[in-house]
Structures are given as C-alpha cells and as structure tokens.
C-alpha cells in the first residue's frame, strides 16, 4: 500500500518519508522487557570454592630433577645426559627407593612430545609420582 498525496495535476506522488513510530514502540517494548529480566540475570549461585595456599611444597623425600630445554636436551640433577640413558636411571632409582619422585623442569618452548616421551619412559620404568616445576621469576631454568 503506497501512501501518496495529490499533486496539482491530479497525479498522486508516493511519500518518500519513513514512518518511524512502530520502530520507535518495538525499542521501548524490548527496552523494558530489559530493564525488568536485567536484574533477575545477576542473581548467582553460591559456591563454596577451596582455598589455595601459596607456600612452596617442599618434599622430604628423594627426588630426581629432570631439565628439558628447548633443543630437547636433558639434565639429570645438572649433568647433561642422552635420552636412552633415561630408562636405565629411572629404573635404577626406583630399585632404590620406590618412592622417589621427578620433577620436571621444561623449558617453556619445549614441545609436548619430548615431555610426553620422558613422562612415558618414566612411567614404564616405575615412577609414580611425576610433578612438574613452575618458577615465573627465573630467566633460565638453571
């Protein structure tokens, strides 16, 4: 339906204007359907969270520190050693001691698949407590 009005001539022209009050009541309609679901939407659910303690673990126990830096390189305890050398000193710590632990110290540029495959070896060889060392104020690792 085209709204129009006469001209002189009698030829109706078509009104070029847009009618802007039905936009004008759907925004004050959803304007208020906001104002009243806003506050029903902050309303949360109460949960009772643990508390973490920031004090660093330090372990009795014996414990095998393990490096891995960027170029894959390890470091048992500082010394520089190959990764076969890997199954046969973790299995011979655990004879030791079965209750030893490895803290991995990885670079942070280090691939998950060298991680993975000390984690693997050391798992196969009888390690059950395998942790990983975070420091966010050093540089380097050691």
Known sequence: MAFGSMNNSGHQSLMT?????????VMLVLLIIFIITAPLLTHSVKVDLPKASSSPNVTKSERIELGILEDTSLYWNGE???LEQLTGRFSEAVRQDPR???????????????VARVMSIAASAGLARIGFVTDPSK????
């Open 100 to 114: 030893i632990e490895l803290h991995i110290r990885a670079d942070k540029h280090v691939h998950y698949e060298h």
């Open 80 to 82: 520089l050693i190959g």
């Open 139 to 142: 540089e380097h690792i050691f």
């Open 17 to 25: 204007e847009i009618n802007v009050v039905p936009l004008v009541d």
